[in-house]
C-alpha cells in the first residue's frame, strides 16, 4: 500500500508536481506484492479529483498487467459517487474514520 496524505492546513491547490513521486512508489509497491494486488491511499480534497483521476488512471496504465490496483475513497467520497465510477481502479476500498478521542465500550 502507498499511503499519501496532504498537509491539512495548507494542502496543495493541484498536487501535478508529486504525480511522478506517488507513480514511482507505486510501481516499487507493486513490484514487491505477493498478493497480485497494490493499493493507492490517497485522502484527495474536493479541488483534487482531476489530479486524483488522472493519477490512478496512470498508475494502472503503468502497471504489471498481472496486478491489480486498488484505491481507498474516503466515505464522504460516496455522496458524490459519479466521480468514482470513472477510476480506473479495479477495486475501491471505503474508509471511514474519525478524529479525536474515541471512548471504547
Excluded at 510501481?27 to 505477493?34: E, F, K, M, V, Y
Amino acid at each position: 500500500m502507498v499511503h499519501v496524505e496532504f498537509d491539512i492546513f495548507k494542502p496543495p491547490p493541484a498536487p501535478t508536481n508529486l504525480h511522478d513521486d506517488i507513480l514511482n512508489a507505486v510501481l516499487i509497491a507493486a513490484s514487491q506484492s505477493t498478493s497480485g494486488w497494490v493499493q493507492l491511499d490517497c485522502e484527495a480534497r474536493t479541488s483534487h479529483r482531476l489530479f486524483y483521476k488522472t493519477l490512478v488512471h496512470d498508475i494502472k496504465v503503468a502497471l504489471p498487467h498481472h496486478i491489480k490496483l486498488s484505491v481507498t475513497a474516503l466515505a464522504w467520497w460516496c455522496n458524490s459517487k459519479d466521480w468514482l465510477n470513472d477510476l480506473k481502479a479495479d477495486g475501491v476500498v471505503p474508509m471511514f474514520f474519525a478524529w479525536g478521542h474515541q471512548v471504547h465500550k
